[in-house]
C-alpha cells in the first residue's frame, strides 16, 4: 500500500515545509559541528545555518557510508531546500540496492529540485523497478514530495501517472491510480483489477482531464 511513512524519525510534511525557506548563509559555521549533526540526522541543528551548509553536506554525502548517505538524504528531505549539490549526489544512489538509503534517496529528490529527470526517474522506478517496495515508495515521493513543481511542471507527473494507470503489472495500477487520488483527489471510477475495456475507458477520461489541466494553464 502507498505510504508517506518516512520511518521513526519522520516529520510531517507542512511542518517541514515551514523551514523550506532559509537564509543563505554559511560563514562561520563550524564544519565539525555541521557533519556531526548531519551524521546524527538532526536538521533542526542544521536549519539555521542556513542554505549555504548544502555544498557541504553534498560533499560529505559522497564521502559516507550507504548507512551515513540515508542519514544524510534524511536530512535533505527535512530542510525542502532546493540544491542543485543535493540532487546530483541523490541521483548517484536513485537506483541503489541498499533499501534504507533508496528509499531515503528517493523521497527526498523532490524536495531539494524541481527538475524534470527528477520526476522521470521516479516514475522509472514506479513501473520498472524489480522490488515492488521501491516501486511502492517512488510512487510515494511523486505523491507527496514533489513540492516545487508549479503547476505547469505538474503536467509531466500526471502524464507519467496517467501513462501508468496501463501498466501490466496490477501493483503498479494501483499506486499510481493511489498517487492520482492524492494529487486530485479523482480516481475517474479506475479501477487497478478491472477488465481491460472498462480500464481503458477510464484511462480516456484522465487523458480528457489533462487536456483540460493543460488548457486552464
Not at 528531505?77 to 549539490?85: E, R
Amino acid at each position: 500500500m502507498l505510504r508517506s511513512v518516512r520511518g521513526p524519525r519522520s516529520w510531517p510534511l507542512l511542518v517541514a515545509l515551514l523551514f523550506m525557506a532559509a537564509p543563505a548563509r554559511a560563514a562561520g559555521v563550524d564544519p565539525a559541528r555541521l557533519r556531526a549533526a548531519a551524521l546524527a540526522g538532526d536538521w533542526k541543528q542544521i536549519q539555521p545555518m542556513g542554505t549555504g551548509v548544502l555544498p557541504e553536506l553534498a560533499r560529505l554525502y559522497q564521502a559516507s557510508s550507504e548507512k551515513d548517505r540515508a542519514t544524510i538524504a534524511y536530512v535533505f528531505y527535512n530542510l525542502g531546500w532546493k540544491s542543485p549539490d543535493a540532487k546530483r549526489v541523490l541521483m548517484a544512489d536513485v537506483h541503489t540496492q541498499d533499501q534504507t538509503l533508496r528509499l531515503q534517496v528517493q523521497w527526498a529528490l523532490g524536495r531539494v529540485s524541481d527538475d524534470a529527470d527528477v520526476v522521470d526517474v521516479l516514475l522509472q522506478n514506479m513501473q520498472t523497478d524489480p522490488q515492488p517496495v521501491f516501486r511502492d515508495k517512488a510512487a510515494c515521493a511523486l505523491a507527496y514530495d514533489q513540492i516545487h513543481l508549479a503547476p505547469a511542471q505538474k503536467v509531466r507527473l500526471f502524464e507519467g501517472l496517467v501513462h501508468a494507470l496501463d501498466d501490466d503489472k496490477p501493483q503498479v495500477r494501483q499506486i499510481a491510480l493511489q498517487a492520482l487520488q492524492i494529487l486530485t483527489g479523482q480516481t475517474k471510477g479506475f479501477h487497478p483489477m478491472a477488465d481491460p475495456e472498462s480500464r481503458r475507458r477510464a484511462v480516456e477520461e484522465w487523458k480528457r482531464w489533462l487536456v483540460e489541466y493543460r488548457a486552464n494553464l
